[in-house]
């Protein structure tokens, strides 16, 4: 188990230098998950899987740097309001994105340069004329990566669940790499982190990427179930909701918030465990279920 967060790469590698432990607050309890005035602001993090928390391969990281106030975000309440949260300017279309996913066999293969297929992105470095730039002066710029992974077409759960290290941990259906929820920080990501209209930013290797299924994708979502990615195990991500068409809450998934249940998979109608985005922290993958793409077969 402890090999597993030592080989964990990318981002996850720096941050896990600084050997200050943070410890994070609770989210306040009663706040609906599907509140979008005030959502529970949480960062919390485990070293095991644990419903609510992000199984993180990281458990060290820096201290936030001193911010002015976000106004968005209630300390008192311990809340974040998404609805008065600002965004990153800008308006950048990519006509060289590319992205697809094909079955081969027992594989299925995935392919994208991680540039948006289907949305704009906001001006990166932030612009220090941006209202945005007083909360967050990402200097990171928005560069085409190449992305080729080989997923199971019908993983199998792994002997224990896995960490999340601070890098991809999966691939929405707009072409764009999804990370976990944390921040480099430690902190709620989707609550801190100044985003861009479709709740995107680069990282320092100008890897743009997500730590939610965003609004843009949602918006596009159907039904009860739709598929809208795939996380490095293999499985699923999807968008479900109940019968008044709210997202499902934590507590109707497990520690790597996901569950068992019938939904359309390689084309036909499957029970098969996948993972479902919610509103609330962790908001789509708090462990891997599956064993993720480039390790071995068990922790």
């Not at 005035?37 to 928390?53: E, G, M, V, Y």
């Not at 499985?235 to 939904?263: F, M, P, Q, W």
């Not at 359309?264 to 029970?271: I, L, S, Y």
Request: aromatic share 8%; hydrophobic share 35%; net charge negative.
């Amino acid at each position: 188990m402890a090999l597993r967060r030592l080989i964990a790469g990318g981002v996850a590698a720096l941050v896990a230098m600084v050997v200050a432990i943070v410890v994070y607050p609770q989210a306040a309890a009663p706040h609906s998950a599907n509140d979008a005035t005030a959502l529970p602001l949480a960062s919390r993090i485990s070293a095991s899987p644990k419903r609510n928390d992000v199984d993180s391969c990281v458990t060290s990281f820096p201290p936030a740097p001193v911010e002015p106030s976000q106004p968005w975000i209630d300390t008192a309440d311990n809340t974040w309001n998404a609805d008065t949260k600002l965004h990153v300017e800008g308006s950048v279309s990519w006509p060289t994105a590319s992205y697809s996913v094909t079955l081969d066999g027992t594989d299925r293969i995935v392919q994208s340069n991680d540039l948006p297929i289907d949305h704009t992105t906001g001006v990166f470095p932030i612009a220090a004329t941006d209202p945005a730039h007083t909360y967050d002066q990402n200097p990171n710029t928005i560069t085409a990566q190449s992305i080729d992974w080989t997923l199971p077409a019908d993983p199998v759960a792994a002997v224990h669940p896995w960490c999340t290290s601070g890098g991809p941990i999966g691939i929405l259906s707009d072409g764009v790499v999804l990370f976990n929820a944390l921040d480099g920080n430690g902190r709620d990501a989707p609550a801190y982190e100044v985003l861009d209209s479709c709740d995107g930013h680069p990282d320092i290797s100008g890897m743009y990427h997500h730590h939610t299924v965003p609004s843009c994708i949602l918006d596009q979502t159907t039904g009860r179930s739709t598929l809208v990615g795939y996380a490095i195990d293999g499985y699923g991500i999807y968008v479900e909701r109940n019968a008044k068409g709210a997202l499902l809450s934590n507590s109707g998934l497990d520690a790597c918030h996901g569950r068992t249940s019938k939904v359309m998979w390689n084309g036909k109608e499957t029970r098969i465990y996948h993972y479902d985005a919610t509103a609330a922290f962790p908001y789509t993958i708090g462990c891997f279920h599956g064993t993720p793409i480039g390790e071995p077969s068990g922790p």
